[in-house]
């Protein structure tokens, strides 16, 4: 049976100054660092080792994955899915996939909360079945389609039979993805979308029923709050 492990990215310094990152590539600080490196050692104390990596292309994504399995003395390689189920080598195959890429928060990325838009924070935390994209950002109902086209997508790969049925596969990502997920996975509504704290290097492990009626997910480490 296959193990599905979702982890969320390490501290940036735009996380320290609550500022939208979206799609910005920016990279993880020294805490961030630590934080990943922490996650692996949750992983290492499990005794999961990684078949697989799907990641978003972002950096700070990248630079936890890679964090994460130093502690193994692991390494990743960059492969396309069709090379990463063929090969053999020591390191662990680490697959992009742009499903798993960060919200894009259009003109508002990189701008702190408190300088946001009136009522922009309230509507988008609060309230987010009426939130309207600013220009150049991407719709809730767009977010939760991606992640649903993910589950569905891994939910084929580890079927009985299927290249993945018996991997331990982590699906490194960002604060949003994880959040769309965890709704999906739990049968939450929109609504709910924030209900639930993620944070920094937060890991994830869900479960794929062979219907979407049946997943479910729970975490396995709750993150850093970076105050550690």
Known sequence: MAQIYFLRHGQTDMNITHMLQGRTDTHLNDRGRQQARDAGRV???KGIVPDIIFSSPLTRVRQTVEEALRVQSLEPLDLTYGEALV???AKIPRVTDQ????MSFGEVEGIPMSQLPDDFAEIFFEDPGNYEPVPGAESYHSL???CREFIEYLREQTRDGAPLSDKAIVCATHGGVLHGMLVLLWHRE????WKQQVLNCAIVKAELGDTADEDTAEFVSDGYTGDE
Request: net charge neutral; aromatic share 18%; glycine share 6%.
């Open 144 to 146: 939760l389609k991606r």
């Open 99 to 102: 499903h798993l890429i960060e």
């Open 87 to 89: 090969y053999q080598g």
């Open 190 to 193: 929109l609504a709910d979308f």
């Open 43 to 45: 992983f290492q104390q």
